[in-house]
């Protein structure tokens, strides 16, 4: 094993921690998870990214390394429907109230609804087609080894950093008042708006580039 191999892991490692941290849908969603209903909530959001990118890899990491392909129109219809999942989910964060929470009434976000809110989740395509999947193929042209260690370490970098948020915030939520509960998941569900918002803006903007572009020829 030379350099350039423990290179790719590096690359895996790094890229994993940074994209565990950075802020998003599935991160919010993971806070809030692990806020109203403890770290074993949170946890399982920890894993969506392995769940939804396992398709996704299946699909680009081919088409970057035998085609050339426009993936524009795909993209937008994608925010959108993101855009409309995550109103759902940000309505679900507005509900909950003092009352609500003591009772019970709140219920988890089921496994299904998470995967398909970053299945739908735009910016998962583009940073396959624009960073890692480059990466991976870079990768799969030295053998399927250094690939799949790039990939591994990747996925084990983004759970971990996902998990120990998990437990960070679920291990702090008794210490908190209730009504300051109450509206940190209020704020996050104002993230996860405009997180729509900025999906659905990305899918219009998209659309109508194409349609300017072909009706423009």
């Known amino acids: ?29 993971l806070v809030t998870e692990s806020l109203l209903h403890g770290s074993r909530a949170g946890m399982k959001i920890a894993f969506i990214p392995v769940l939804t990118d ?22 937008a219809v994608i925010s959108m429907i993101g855009a409309l999942i995550l109103c759902g989910l940000s309505y679900e964060s507005f509900s909950v109230t003092e009352s609500r929470y003591e009772q019970g009434e709140v219920a988890r976000v089921s496994l ?21 999947g480059p990466l991976a193929v870079s990768g799969l042209s030295r053998g399927w080894a250094t690939m799949f260690s790039f990939l591994i370490m990747f996925y084990v970098s983004i759970t971990l950093v996902k998990l ?27 993230a996860m708006l405009l997180f729509a918002i ?7 903007q998209i659309l109508i580039s194409e349609i300017t572009v072909r009706f423009s020829k």
């Not at 699909?59 to 129109?73: E, G």
């Not at 900025?198 to 219009?204: C, H, P, T, V």
Request: charged fraction near 10%; proline fraction near 5%.
């Open 164 to 190: 120990g948020l998990s437990l960070a915030v679920g291990s702090v939520r008794h210490s908190l008042n209730l009504k300051v509960i109450v509206w940190i998941n209020r704020l996050l569900g104002a």
């Open 112 to 132: 299904l609804k998470a995967v398909g809110m970053n299945f739908f989740n735009p910016n998962l395509y583009l940073y396959w087609i624009t960073i890692c």
């Open 198 to 204: 900025l999906f659905f803006r990305q899918g219009f």
């Open 54 to 75: 396992i398709p996704v890899i299946c699909i680009i990491i081919p088409l970057l390394y035998y085609l050339t392909f426009d993936a524009t129109v795909v993209i």
């Open 1 to 29: 094993m030379d350099m350039e191999y423990f290179s790719f892991l590096w690359k895996g490692i790094l890229l994993g921690i940074h994209a565990g941290i950075s802020p998003g849908p599935v991160t919010t969603l």
